[in-house]
């Protein structure tokens, strides 16, 4: 039957009309119909077409799932091995690999040494790697309660994800809760021990840190919500009063000995806030009295820490970009905005990250003293291709490339954004500005047609916007002016709890209020000449330092301008200049303070407290087995460096930073340092 005839190819099978249904169903009729679909089938075969031609077509709906089905169920088939395979197996298959043993982990090296707990430690996490929880919500978060809206799975962000913008964005007013809205941090080591499942912060820290005998009565997290402006976490949470009367009470249940804090990245200036705050009169202070750090405190083992810093939140807050958003936009132009989804992506992340006031604490300071002008920077000179990198086996590395002559031209991270690559390069007296300070805002359609994801700049207006373009280049002096025209609300909340300046003379009264506080340059450290002071960071990562930026195509309720992922040159790749840091912080933020501005008696150290600059040289991992790496000089995951957590562990256990080597550098820091006139 399947078979054809010589030369009936291509001609259908005539089918002739069915007879009555008396006469083809006989009794019941379900026979024929039987057989009248097999031969249907059959005729169907013969003509080549499948046999499930008649069910539903696979689309691409089907495609997915299937992948997604396929994802998932490889997933979970490998997490079984991975639980039910032996302990020892991933060390063997890593050591196999590498050729050797691996090394003992900081903590069982050093209590194999001798070494015991001996100081209380405290750890003071950066921004956004603490988690928070809902305690109350809108109609849409109800079943909500206790859970974590930051950290965790971040399920709620693909489930209800305006939702979720709502309820972590704070009031725009008062930098506050919301109406109707209460988010908490969470509280214990597990606030941040991980960021999300096996993405860990501070858990491989204290792992080793319990090795020597630490365990949760002498270790404390001190999580606070750090959406907030510092001062706020005290007004709303009593977070720095909490933070004063666990270390009072560690210090007291352990004998007298004081504790040694670990801040990271944000949490470097949260706790210089915390310094100043504890020992000023109630009630803006914590009356704690001149003497509390002296007698409370052993250490400070800043890791990361921006103090003076970060030219990647300028950008966020100008235009909701970083280097990895920006790159992300010039692959697949729309992705972010409206033209795709609809859903406006990049609008409601600055919607909501504007009314963080805790990101203003990372708007650059010192100015041009510090960060450079127009024609020079601290760090004029820099050849990118130069990072010192570790081999394997530990060794530093140099990659010296011939320098061309196009490599040798100076680059002017000076000028930190400027509209188009040509008026980075060009001299200071060929470049023709407009001043844009006296334009006039509020002529633009957007205006009326944004208001579901409002951002400032719907209230600037297209002849704004191209003020703002026509001024070309901004300095870190004129960016102060650019954030006050382009976002005058939030600048003028945020200037309520921070400044960015350098202080003339720090006798006068105004310092002693609190908006200077986290701002090392305008604010004293504590009369505590017995502590220690240090700056732990990577390098050898290429760091965001200055930008390139384009206007963004005409389109309704779209961020008006962007980063130019077009303009490539000298450290300077998809719009954006690098220097020498942790692919975060420059070293100039994390590492000048302690290099100069606190080393020996100055006016911002006037005890003489004594500062240390430790810098981990960034090596990736060799295997995929070793994870995000034991010897990563990165943000993040130099929380996981050994070198650095042994480092911790020997002064916790009462070593100074002498003992543990002192200054250990790899970077022009010095140098760099300098370079800048600063009054000391």
């Not at 609008?347 to 990250?353: A, F, K, L, Q």
């Not at 960015?500 to 986290?518: M, P, Q, V």
């Not at 005409?554 to 130019?564: H, L, N, T």
């Amino acid at each position: 039957m399947l078979r054809r005839r010589r030369g009936s190819a291509g001609k259908r099978p005539e089918i002739s009309e069915p007879q009555s249904d008396e006469i083809k169903k006989g009794g019941n009729g379900y026979e024929s119909d039987e057989k009248s679909s097999s031969s249907s089938e059959n005729l169907n075969l013969s003509d080549g077409s499948s046999p499930a031609s008649g069910k539903k077509k696979w689309n691409c709906v089907d495609t997915c799932c299937w992948f997604v089905g396929c994802i998932c169920s490889m997933w979970w088939f490998l997490l079984f091995l991975y639980n039910a395979m032996p302990a020892s197996f991933p060390q063997y298959v890593t050591e196999a690999i590498t050729g050797g043993p691996l090394s003992d982990p900081p903590g069982v090296k050093l209590a194999k040494g001798g070494l015991k707990a001996k100081h209380p430690v405290v750890f003071v996490p950066g921004i956004v790697t603490g988690g928070l929880e809902l305690w109350e919500g809108h109609s849409c978060a109800e079943e909500l309660f206790r859970k974590r809206l930051w950290g965790g799975t971040f399920g709620e962000v693909y489930k209800r994800p305006l939702c979720w913008v709502e309820h972590m964005s704070l009031d725009n007013e008062t930098g506050l809760d919301p109406p109707g809205i209460k988010i908490r941090p969470v509280s214990g080591l597990v606030a941040a021990d991980y960021f999300a499942p096996g993405y860990f912060v501070w858990a491989v820290l204290i792992a080793n840190l319990a090795r020597i005998g630490y365990e949760d009565k002498n270790m404390y997290m001190a999580a606070y919500d750090w959406r907030l402006s510092f001062q706020n976490t005290e007004v709303r949470d009593q977070t720095l009063s909490r933070i004063k009367s666990n270390i009072e009470l560690m210090v007291a249940t352990s004998g007298g000995r004081k504790v040694v804090v670990v801040p990271h990245s944000m949490g470097a200036l949260y706790f210089l806030h915390f310094m100043k705050w504890v020992e000023a009169p109630a009630p803006m202070g914590g009356g704690g009295g001149p003497s509390w750090c002296s007698d409370h405190i052993k250490a400070v083992m800043n890791i990361g820490g921006p103090f003076l810093g970060l030219p990647k939140v300028v950008s966020g807050l100008f235009s909701a970009e970083a280097k990895d958003i920006a790159i992300a936009r010039g692959i697949a132009p729309g992705f972010l905005d409206k033209d795709v989804f609809g859903f406006q992506t990049l609008e409601h992340v600055m919607r909501m990250t504007r009314t963080w006031d805790s990101t203003m604490s990372m708007i650059i300071k010192g100015g041009n003293t510090i960060w450079g002008g127009l024609d020079w920077s601290p760090e004029d000179g820099h050849q990118c291709n130069n990072f010192k990198k570790k081999n394997i086996n530990g060794q530093p590395e140099v990659h010296n490339a011939t320098l061309s002559l196009f490599n040798s031209s100076r680059v002017k991270y000076g000028r930190l954004l400027s509209f188009g690559k040509h008026v980075a390069d060009l001299h200071s007296s060929e470049i023709e500005s407009v001043d844009f300070r006296g334009a006039i805002k509020g002529n633009n359609q957007a205006n009326t047609t944004c208001r579901a994801v409002w951002t400032e700049y719907h209230d600037m207006g297209i002849d704004g916007v191209k003020a703002i373009a026509d001024y070309k280049v901004y300095t870190p002096d004129s960016i102060f002016d650019l954030l006050n025209f382009a976002a005058p609300k939030m600048m003028k909340r945020g200037g309520a709890h921070f400044s960015y300046g350098i202080a003339d003379d720090l006798s006068e009264e105004k310092y002693n209020h609190f908006k200077y506080w986290s701002n090392p340059l305008e604010t004293k450290l504590p009369n505590a000449p017995e502590m220690e002071i240090f700056s732990m960071y990577g390098v050898g990562i290429p760091t965001e330092r200055a930008y390139v930026y384009k206007l963004s195509p005409a389109a309704e309720c779209v961020i008006p301008f962007q980063i130019d992922t077009s303009a490539e040159g000298h450290c300077l790749k998809g719009g954006v200049y690098s220097v020498d840091g942790d692919e975060t912080v420059p070293v100039l933020s994390a590492g000048f303070m302690c290099a100069k501005g606190w080393r020996g008696k100055t006016r911002f150290n006037p005890s003489g407290i004594r500062t240390f600059v430790r810098e981990y040289s960034h090596a990736a991992p060799t295997t995929f087995l070793e994870g995000r790496g034991t010897q990563s000089g990165a943000h993040v995951d130099i929380l996981g460096n050994f070198a650095l957590i042994e480092d911790i562990i020997r002064v916790a256990a009462g070593a100074t930073g002498e003992d543990i080597g002192g200054d250990q550098v790899h970077s022009d820091i010095l140098k760099w340092s300098e370079r800048i006139k600063l009054k000391l």
